[in-house]
């Protein structure tokens, strides 16, 4: 593919690699992640976890063929109760944290390990494709120092996904205010298929030329895995460094066809509509009592931070 106007921002590009034709993909998040995360004000611990599953999330669904939205969360009894991440089949990504404010300042302004800012829990991978398929959830406990590592355990667990990733978050001091920070994620991920059934190869030269075959298949998966891990955090969130460079740049020597990619953007699914369909779930004598002094009801998404105002109940609950 042609690297002219491929976005060197919020995009996800696929790639190839032609000597031991293992798949691959490359996330790069910038202001749609900036968006979210500054929606939220997270402290810094926390907006770091999100980012990383943000661009996980990213990775992960780029690999999938489905229609609807890919979904990795985690639930803990940690400092950070829960946290959740989605990209939809389009490429709108969202996400958002719940926590305990005093438990997370409490784990001070340095680098946060799994274990201390989840706790025990678990890591949930959720494709959801509406009515129309079932609904298919992988589930992994919370195991490693980084949410990298926690889907690396998913990986090992798994007979029809083996995979490599490397994650790197950054807040880099935004031109003429180094008060404020601008939010910067980069991730890549290389994918190993399944090996085929060998066919045929019971006795002599057969079997000798699938031995070769999986020798050679292994050194390419290990030579991929070494040539990935060289990319430096810096390299992967840098913004003079647009994915395809830094893919062509890893890989060029092994030969590598990048395909056609796709753009990320920061979209929540949250409407008024949808809203006042989760208040008519509620009994009516209950939202009630969540009126505020004007006599409105206000439901603040979790996701984006919006908050959507109903003064009139009787048209909540009216019947469609």
């Known amino acids: 593919m042609n690297r002219a106007g491929i976005p060197e921002d919020d995009v996800v590009l696929p790639f190839q690699i032609e000597s031991s034709a293992l798949r691959g993909r490359a996330v790069r998040l910038g202001a749609a992640l900036d968006t979210i995360l500054h929606r939220h004000a997270y402290p810094r611990p926390v907006a770091e976890a999100l980012a990383e599953a943000l661009a996980i999330a990213s990775l992960l669904a780029a690999t999938l063929k489905f229609d609807g939205v890919f979904t990795l969360q985690t639930k803990g009894d940690g400092p950070v109760r829960m946290l959740v991440a989605d990209v939809t089949s389009s490429g709108h990504l969202r996400g958002y944290a719940q926590f305990d404010a005093a438990r997370v300042k409490a784990l001070g302004e340095g680098p946060v390990s799994v274990p201390?800012?989840?706790?025990?829990?678990?890591?949930?991978?959720?494709?959801?494709?509406?009515?129309?398929a079932e609904r298919y959830q992988g589930i992994v406990e919370l195991d490693g120092s980084t949410l990298a590592e926690c889907a690396h355990h998913y990986f090992r667990q798994s007979e029809q996904f083996e995979a490599g990733i490397?994650?790197?978050?950054?807040?880099?001091?935004?031109?003429?205010?180094?008060?404020?920070?601008?939010?910067?994620?980069?991730?890549?991920?290389?994918?190993?298929?399944?090996?085929?059934?060998?066919?045929?190869?019971?006795?002599?030269?057969?079997?000798?030329?699938?031995?070769?075959?999986?020798?050679?298949?292994e050194e390419g998966?290990?030579?991929?895995?070494?040539?990935?891990?060289?990319?430096?955090?810096?390299?992967?969130?840098?913004?003079?460094?647009?994915?395809?460079?830094?893919?062509?740049?890893?890989?060029?020597?092994?030969?590598?066809?990048?395909?056609?990619?796709?753009?990320?953007?920061?979209?929540?699914?949250?409407?008024?509509?949808?809203?006042?369909?989760?208040?008519?779930?509620?009994?009516?004598?209950?939202?009630?009592?969540?009126?505020?002094?004007?006599?409105?009801?206000?439901?603040?998404?979790?996701?984006?931070?919006?908050?959507?105002?109903?003064?009139?109940?009787?048209?909540?609950?009216?019947?469609?």
Not at 120 to 129: E, H, K, R, S
Not at 239 to 251: A, G, I, S, T
Not at 305 to 320: C, E, K, P, S
């Open 116 to 132: 201390k800012l989840f706790g025990a829990g678990y890591l949930a991978f959720t494709v959801d494709q509406g009515e129309a």
């Open 166 to 217: 490397k994650v790197a978050v950054a807040a880099v001091a935004a031109p003429g205010d180094g008060a404020v920070l601008n939010w910067r994620a980069g991730a890549m991920m290389i994918q190993r298929l399944p090996p085929e059934d060998a066919q045929g190869s019971a006795e002599g030269m057969d079997k000798a030329i699938d031995a070769a075959k999986r020798d050679a298949e």
């Open 221 to 320: 998966w290990r030579r991929a895995m070494i040539l990935m891990g060289s990319a430096t955090g810096a390299e992967l969130v840098d913004p003079d460094l647009p994915p395809w460079k830094l893919v062509d740049r890893l890989f060029l020597a092994e030969g590598v066809a990048i395909y056609r990619p796709l753009a990320l953007v920061h979209k929540c699914r949250c409407s008024p509509g949808r809203m006042r369909g989760a208040l008519r779930a509620i009994p009516r004598t209950e939202i009630e009592t969540l009126r505020d002094p004007d006599g409105a009801v206000r439901l603040t998404c979790e996701f984006c931070n919006t908050t959507h105002a109903f003064a009139d109940l009787d048209a909540v609950y009216a019947a469609d």
